[in-house]
C-alpha cells in the first residue's frame, strides 16, 4: 500500500533556531498534502494545505511566517518551523492524499 | 504495539439510512479516542472524541461511546444525509510516552440521494 515517510521522528532544537521537517510519498504523487498539529492530549489540528506548484493555504491563526510550507514536488513536502520557542514543542503530522488518505509517522519537537 | 482496526470501506448508505462504522484498538492503559472525517478535497477535522471509559462523544448527530471491555468505539448516525459523504478515521492518542496518534486505515462512505 501507499507509504507517507515523514523526518525526522524526534528534533529536540534551541531557542532561536530553524526545524524543516520532510513529508514524502513513497510511491505514489500527491498533488495535495496536509500538516497538522497536536498538543499533548489534544487531538489534530490542521495547520495547512499544500498544494504542489503553488502556495500553501493556511487555517486561521496559523502563522505564514512561522510555519514555511513548500511543496516542491508531487512527492514531497517540507515544514519549516522558524525561529523555534519552547511553545513550538508539539507532535507535528503530515498526511498526502491519493486515492486516500494516508499519514506520515509524525515529528516530535521539542524546543529548549 | 497500540493500533487501531477499523471496518473496511467503502460504505454506500442511501439517505436517511442508519450508519455504523465499527472501530476496535489495542492500547496499553488509558488511551484518548477520536474520530476524524475527511469532506472530499479538504484536510482532516476532527468529529468527536472520548477520553475515558463509557464516555459517549457526538456531533453533527454522530455519536461513538468509549467501550473499555471490548475495546471499542464504533461510530453511529440515526440518519446519513448524502453530505456526510466523506471518508472516516477512528484514531487513538496515547496518554503517555510523546502522545502519538495512531490512526486507523480510515473508511470511505458514500451516501445516495
Known amino acids: 500500500g501507499a507509504v507517507v515517510s515523514q523526518h525526522p521522528s524526534r528534533v529536540i532544537c534551541k531557542s532561536g533556531t530553524s526545524v524543516k521537517i520532510e513529508c514524502r510519498s513513497l510511491d505514489f504523487q500527491a498533488t495535495t498534502m496536509f500538516w497538522y498539529r497536536q498538543f499533548p492530549k489534544q487531538s489534530l489540528m490542521l495547520m495547512a494545505t499544500?498544494?504542489?506548484?503553488?502556495?500553501?493555504?493556511?487555517e486561521q491563526g496559523v502563522e505564514k511566517d512561522k510555519f514555511l510550507i513548500n511543496h516542491a514536488s508531487l512527492t514531497l513536502s517540507t515544514l519549516t518551523v522558524t525561529s523555534a520557542h519552547p511553545e513550538d514543542s508539539s507532535f507535528y503530522i503530515c498526511?498526502?492524499?491519493?486515492?486516500?488518505?494516508?499519514f506520515g509517522s509524525g515529528t516530535q519537537l521539542s524546543v529548549l | 504495539g497500540d493500533s487501531v482496526t477499523q471496518m473496511e470501506g467503502p460504505v454506500t448508505l442511501s439517505e436517511e439510512a442508519f450508519l455504523t462504522i465499527n472501530c476496535t484498538y489495542t492500547a496499553t492503559g488509558y488511551p484518548s479516542l477520536f474520530w476524524y472525517v475527511q469532506y472530499p478535497g479538504e484536510g482532516l477535522q476532527l468529529l468527536l472524541k472520548?477520553?475515558?471509559?463509557?464516555d459517549k462523544g457526538s456531533n453533527k448527530g454522530f455519536e461513538a461511546t468509549y467501550r473499555k471491555e471490548t475495546t471499542s468505539f464504533h461510530l453511529e448516525k440515526g440518519s446519513v444525509q448524502v453530505s456526510d459523504s466523506a471518508v472516516y478515521f477512528c484514531a487513538l492518542i496515547r496518554n503517555t510516552g510523546g502522545f502519538k496518534t495512531i490512526f486507523g486505515a480510515g473508511t470511505r462512505l458514500f451516501v445516495k440521494a
Open positions: 498526511s498526502a492524499r491519493s486515492e486516500k488518505l494516508f
Open positions: 472520548a477520553t475515558k471509559a463509557d
Open positions: 499544500s498544494n504542489e506548484g503553488s502556495k500553501a493555504t493556511y
